[in-house]
């Protein structure tokens, strides 16, 4: 199949993305293209694949069929010094954190640096000390380790290693799961504030009612296989799909929209924190 040429503007674009485990069809079909500087949530249920596609945009996983560009390049025949040099140019924030519980905030921050950067100990230390500063957390944190911190602050602590290495890109697996409200309302304005700060481009898979209203400025819908709407959660919210509806219905539903339209000042402004 020839290969869709790229699209400047375009952070992602996957063309007709069909991907099987076995006899099970996970994306039949799938055409997504991400903006640059925009945040993006993928929805949908338990099982649509979200998670895959995503593990297909970070080089973790090959579709079975269809392309899928990151930033321009391929993944298709990508050979090891392209792929190396394409994931220092994304971060990706794992659902779980992914932090070494052996090494110490910090430690875990530079880690990245260590690996692809030639840079004196010191150096490490400054810039990830400066990252623990854009996510909002205190420099003593730094010498901490991660069982250690509440679950927001690992987050961030997450979010600081992600960011290391000034991506372009940025991917979030769930970033507010288990978190309380207030917690995941300060990483909601974080993702705000890094989006207008840093021109990111942010993909996030989320279930999170308060976060796709207030954060995103668009969301894909995936169900059956397929994208079946790409638009602003305001749009989406008059759309007719059934696959859609299932997101606006219920009684969360409707509170989170209720806050999106009443809310003047966004929640928990800015890089506020959690209590330690
Ligand atoms: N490596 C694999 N081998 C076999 N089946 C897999 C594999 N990875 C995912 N699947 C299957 O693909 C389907 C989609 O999984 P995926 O984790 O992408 O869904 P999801 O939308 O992220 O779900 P959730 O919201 O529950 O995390 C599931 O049925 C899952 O069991």
């Known amino acids: 199949m020839q290969t869709p040429t790229a699209t400047p503007d375009m952070a992602i674009e996957m063309h007709d993305v069909v991907t099987r485990f076995?006899?099970?069809?996970?994306?039949?079909g799938v055409n997504l293209a991400v903006r640059k500087a925009e945040v993006l949530a993928i929805i949908g249920g338990s099982g649509s694949g979200k998670s895959t596609l995503l593990r297909e945009m970070i080089l973790l996983q090959q579709p079975s069929e269809g392309s899928v560009r990151v930033l321009g390049t391929d993944l298709a025949d990508i050979n090891d010094d392209a792929a190396?040099?394409?994931?220092?140019?994304?971060?990706?924030l794992f659902q779980h954190g992914g932090l070494f519980g052996s090494l110490t905030v910090l430690e875990n921050i530079g880690l990245p640096l260590r690996e692809h950067r030639k840079m004196t100990?010191?150096?490490?230390?400054?810039?990830?000390?400066?990252?623990l500063d854009a996510v909002g957390l205190d420099v003593k944190v730094g010498a901490?380790?991660?069982?250690?911190?509440?679950?927001?602050?690992?987050?961030?602590?997450?979010?600081?290693?992600?960011?290391?290495?000034?991506p372009?890109?940025?991917?979030?697996?769930e970033p507010t799961a288990g978190l309380?409200?207030?917690?995941?309302?300060?990483?909601?304005?974080?993702v705000r504030t890094l989006r207008d700060t840093l021109d990111l481009t942010v993909?996030?898979?989320?279930?999170?009612?308060?976060?796709l209203w207030q954060v995103t400025d668009r969301v894909a819908v995936l169900a059956d296989g397929k994208v079946q709407a790409v638009a602003a959660m305001a749009e989406l919210a008059q759309s007719d799909n059934p696959a859609v509806r299932t997101f606006f219905e219920g009684p969360r539903a409707r509170t989170a929209q209720?806050?999106?339209?009443?809310?003047?000042?966004?929640q928990a402004e800015a890089l506020a924190g959690e209590p330690s």
């Open 168 to 173: 372009e890109l940025l991917f979030l697996d």
């Open 180 to 190: 309380d409200p207030h917690s995941a309302a300060g990483i909601d304005a974080l």
């Open 22 to 28: 076995g006899s099970h069809v996970v994306h039949n």
């Open 203 to 211: 993909v996030v898979i989320t279930h999170d009612l308060d976060l």
């Open 258 to 266: 209720t806050q999106a339209k009443t809310q003047v000042q966004p």
């Open 144 to 166: 901490q380790l991660p069982s250690e911190l509440s679950g927001g602050m690992l987050k961030r602590a997450a979010l600081a290693r992600a960011l290391v290495l000034d």
């Open 84 to 92: 190396l040099a394409l994931r220092q140019r994304f971060g990706v």
């Open 121 to 131: 100990d010191a150096e490490v230390d400054t810039i990830a000390r400066a990252k």
